[in-house]
């Protein structure tokens, strides 16, 4: 990919939810909700405090996280979609 976003931004891809319940039923398409866990695929330099000195990322390229419902921005990127949020949106990293 040949993106990379600004200043505290950072590049994640949905990670798809189970397409079955526990119990063996099939979820259509349309029941499923959209997943608040993804990996992250690119990261920004880091905003800048009131000195001028970056803040380094919390978040690196392949960590798997936690965001909100509606955190982000979609767009299509190479034919895949991927949302565009700040770090601030992401509740968490998934060990």
Do not use: N
Not at 50 to 70: C, H, N, P
Request: charged share 35%.
């Amino acid at each position: 990919m040949a993106f990379t976003p600004l200043h505290d931004r950072v590049v994640v891809r949905r990670v798809e939810g189970e397409e079955k319940t526990a119990g063996g039923l099939i979820i259509p398409d349309s029941a499923k909700e959209k997943p608040a866990e993804g990996e992250v695929i690119a990261v920004g330099a880091g905003a800048r405090d009131d000195d001028g000195d970056r803040i380094s990322m919390d978040v690196k390229a392949g960590d798997r996280v936690l965001f909100g419902k509606w955190s982000g921005t979609e767009i299509t990127l190479d034919g895949e979609e991927l949302l565009i949020m700040k770090e601030s949106d992401i509740m968490g990293i998934i060990a």
